[in-house]
């Protein structure tokens, strides 16, 4: 998720948090308005004997004005249901309306306070502690207004306790203020309390939320996806059937809820087979990837691919299956076109070339006479054709091989050093031709591995033939043989130009070849380190290469020593 996208987000649920911290103190007012007003009876009530009346009656009617001010004020908060982003302007209202609130309580202890009558002055101390104490619950969902409000209202009354000069009213003076203390810190747990609980119910509608969209998503991918998407009980009875497969297999939708598999797309030779793979995947045993003959509503018969997942519930039973389809029968009969199109390959066009080859060279070895420059010439261009012609059609046939699974091994107990030696003389040729001296920099004697020599020598010839194109005239391609990690380790080391940055994740790809003009134009298949990897890697081997651009390249081979 990008920043911009978190930003977003935190944005968007702070606007949330304010909304219903917002709708949470107005709706609280209704109740606390009813609260005001009662307060404002009893205190006119209690203080009726002793204050002023002219001055009693304009408190209570300033008092009323702004409690009947805040009262329409929610109201209208109600009717009008402003969006969040408008919330602040509303909020900032009702703060308003709360503090005008908190000073007429205030005012109280200054301009009605009975200063020479004890009892009405704990009277008025009880009934506004009682007032700031229910005003806690409807104003707690704010920090500063209710913290705000408690101030307002009661610090007056302790102020106006202490200067009383008298030992009753310092009493009561503390009294009001630890209270005070006392209020603020309940305030402020109650807002915590009130701020999680928000915070918890705005984290359950997201995931709520969240969840809608992905199951809506899940459902519009199901409807739209070309695979064909079924959702089967333990019985193999069908619970859910997309429009893909009613296009897959003929059935509706309607005609598929309900009918096992063998009803409807089970030929009756391959039911027992399926049966048995049904068994295993509700048991969750495999057989999650299988390929089986079907047939659709018409009795045409179609091969399809099958992807099964079982459903779990909370207990870990399985409930289901879900499974996911497609036909292959086009692609299989491709793949039997290509099987074909390579065996051809293989047998007509192989055996030929190399007739071909031996052929030009016994001419060229002098098998017919002494030849003129030009001719020789022309047939060595043809011979050396021939060569990669040759080579090209062993890598298609390999790499068809690999990924058909059909590639053999003839595994035996091999020494290794007289590998390396066949792989340096046969090597010998190609190098003379770029100026370019084979040897061995380190030997390791008498060590052994298990492996197919003839694919083990394919490895090697590759890795040589490219550090030869790559080398510069003169120099040297070095073979070593050590023990490393209890594996036995063969490098093949050039001096040539590197292997640059933005190749070297993909040099081990089919039809990969470095674009450096230090390959002296030497073309390839761009196979050879493909197939060179997966025969290793059979062998229980590794591939691996270091390189600087500019200094050369080494390989590493590393096989498991056998004793």
């Given at each position: 998720m990008s920043l911009p996208d978190r930003q977003s987000i935190d944005i968007k649920r702070d606007e949330a948090m304010r909304y219903e911290q917002a709708k949470l103190l107005f709706n609280a007012l209704p109740t606390s308005v009813w609260g005001t007003f009662l307060g404002i009876f009893f205190v006119v009530v209690i203080l009726w004997p002793v204050i002023e009346h002219t001055l009693l009656t304009t408190w209570a009617v300033i008092f009323i004005v702004i409690t009947t001010a805040r009262a329409v004020h929610s109201r209208i908060f109600a009717k009008a249901s402003p969006p969040p982003g408008e919330i602040?302007?509303?909020?900032?209202?009702?703060?308003?309306?709360?503090?005008?609130?908190?000073?007429?309580?205030?005012?109280?202890?200054?301009?009605?306070?009975?200063?020479?009558?004890?009892?009405?002055?704990?009277?008025?101390?009880?009934?506004?502690?009682?007032?700031?104490?229910?005003?806690?619950?409807?104003?707690?969902?704010?920090?500063?207004?209710?913290?705000?409000?408690?101030?307002?209202?009661?610090?007056?009354?302790?102020?106006?306790?202490?200067?009383?000069?008298?030992?009753?009213?310092?009493?009561?003076?503390?009294?009001?203020?630890?209270?005070?203390?006392?209020?603020?810190?309940?305030?402020?747990?109650?807002?915590?309390?009130?701020?999680?609980?928000?915070?918890?119910?705005?984290?359950?509608?997201?995931?709520?939320?969240?969840?809608?969209?992905?199951?809506?998503?899940?459902?519009?991918?199901?409807?739209?996806?070309?695979?064909?998407?079924?959702?089967?009980?333990?019985?193999?009875?069908?619970?859910?059937?997309?429009?893909?497969?009613?296009?897959?297999?003929?059935?509706?939708?309607?005609?598929?809820?309900?009918?096992?598999?063998?009803?409807?797309?089970?030929?009756?030779?391959?039911?027992?087979?399926?049966?048995?793979?049904?068994?295993?995947?509700?048991?969750?045993?495999?057989?999650?990837?299988?390929?089986?003959?079907?047939?659709?509503?018409?009795?045409?018969?179609?091969?399809?691919?099958?992807?099964?997942?079982?459903?779990?519930?909370?207990?870990?039973?399985?409930?289901?299956?879900?499974?996911?389809?497609?036909?292959?029968?086009?692609r299989k009969r491709i793949e039997e076109l290509k099987d074909g199109f390579v065996a051809v390959v293989s047998h007509e066009l192989r055996t030929p070339l190399t007739s071909i080859r031996g052929s030009l060279g016994l001419i060229l070895g002098g098998a017919v006479g002494d030849l003129p420059e030009s001719a020789y010439n022309m047939l060595n261009i043809a011979n050396n054709n021939t060569n990669r012609l040759l080579v090209l059609i062993n890598d298609i046939l390999d790499i068809e091989k690999i990924q058909s699974g059909k590639l053999e091994y003839n595994f035996q107990s091999v020494e290794v050093m007289p590998l390396i030696e066949e792989a340096i003389n046969d090597g010998s040729g190609y190098a003379l031709q770029y100026d370019v001296h084979l040897l061995v920099d380190q030997r390791l004697d008498n060590v052994r591995i298990k492996a197919d020599p003839c694919r083990i020598m394919q490895v090697l010839n590759n890795l040589v033939s490219n550090a030869i194109k790559f080398s510069p005239k003169g120099k040297n391609v070095a073979f070593s043989v050590v023990r490393h990690n209890h594996h036995v380790r063969i490098s093949v080391t050039d001096h040539g130009p590197g292997i640059p940055k933005d190749f070297q994740s993909k040099i081990f790809e089919r039809f990969t070849m470095s674009d450096s003009s230090d390959s002296r134009g030497v073309g390839g298949t761009g196979l050879g380190l493909s197939i060179a990897r997966t025969i290793v890697e059979d062998h229980d081997g590794a591939i691996s290469f270091e390189t600087q651009e500019g200094q050369g390249t080494t390989f590493y081979i590393d096989f498991p020593e056998i004793q």
């Amino acid at each position: 998720m990008s920043l911009p996208d978190r930003q977003s987000i935190d944005i968007k649920r702070d606007e949330a948090m304010r909304y219903e911290q917002a709708k949470l103190l107005f709706n609280a007012l209704p109740t606390s308005v009813w609260g005001t007003f009662l307060g404002i009876f009893f205190v006119v009530v209690i203080l009726w004997p002793v204050i002023e009346h002219t001055l009693l009656t304009t408190w209570a009617v300033i008092f009323i004005v702004i409690t009947t001010a805040r009262a329409v004020h929610s109201r209208i908060f109600a009717k009008a249901s402003p969006p969040p982003g408008e919330i602040i302007k509303w909020t900032r209202q009702f703060i308003v309306g709360s503090l005008a609130s908190g000073f007429a309580w205030g005012a109280v202890g200054i301009w009605l306070f009975p200063a020479e009558h004890v009892e009405y002055q704990l009277m008025l101390a009880f009934m506004l502690s009682a007032t700031c104490a229910i005003a806690i619950t409807s104003l707690s969902s704010l920090r500063f207004p209710v913290i705000t409000f408690l101030l307002i209202a009661l610090l007056p009354l302790a102020v106006r306790f202490f200067v009383n000069d008298t030992d009753t009213g310092t009493i009561m003076g503390l009294m009001v203020s630890i209270l005070i203390v006392l209020l603020v810190v309940s305030a402020l747990r109650i807002y915590r309390t009130t701020f999680d609980n928000v915070s918890l119910r705005l984290d359950a509608l997201a995931r709520e939320d969240e969840l809608r969209r992905s199951q809506q998503h899940l459902a519009l991918h199901i409807q739209s996806t070309p695979l064909a998407v079924i959702e089967w009980n333990t019985n193999l009875e069908v619970t859910n059937w997309n429009p893909a497969a009613e296009k897959m297999f003929g059935y509706s939708k309607e005609e598929a809820l309900g009918k096992r598999a063998t009803e409807l797309i089970v030929p009756p030779h391959t039911r027992e087979t399926v049966e048995k793979y049904w068994q295993a995947t509700l048991a969750n045993k495999g057989g999650l990837h299988d390929t089986f003959e079907n047939r659709t509503k018409d009795g045409q018969s179609i091969l399809c691919e099958w992807y099964k997942t079982p459903l779990i519930d909370e207990n870990g039973n399985v409930v289901g299956i879900a499974s996911l389809t497609q036909d292959i029968t086009e692609r299989k009969r491709i793949e039997e076109l290509k099987d074909g199109f390579v065996a051809v390959v293989s047998h007509e066009l192989r055996t030929p070339l190399t007739s071909i080859r031996g052929s030009l060279g016994l001419i060229l070895g002098g098998a017919v006479g002494d030849l003129p420059e030009s001719a020789y010439n022309m047939l060595n261009i043809a011979n050396n054709n021939t060569n990669r012609l040759l080579v090209l059609i062993n890598d298609i046939l390999d790499i068809e091989k690999i990924q058909s699974g059909k590639l053999e091994y003839n595994f035996q107990s091999v020494e290794v050093m007289p590998l390396i030696e066949e792989a340096i003389n046969d090597g010998s040729g190609y190098a003379l031709q770029y100026d370019v001296h084979l040897l061995v920099d380190q030997r390791l004697d008498n060590v052994r591995i298990k492996a197919d020599p003839c694919r083990i020598m394919q490895v090697l010839n590759n890795l040589v033939s490219n550090a030869i194109k790559f080398s510069p005239k003169g120099k040297n391609v070095a073979f070593s043989v050590v023990r490393h990690n209890h594996h036995v380790r063969i490098s093949v080391t050039d001096h040539g130009p590197g292997i640059p940055k933005d190749f070297q994740s993909k040099i081990f790809e089919r039809f990969t070849m470095s674009d450096s003009s230090d390959s002296r134009g030497v073309g390839g298949t761009g196979l050879g380190l493909s197939i060179a990897r997966t025969i290793v890697e059979d062998h229980d081997g590794a591939i691996s290469f270091e390189t600087q651009e500019g200094q050369g390249t080494t390989f590493y081979i590393d096989f498991p020593e056998i004793q």
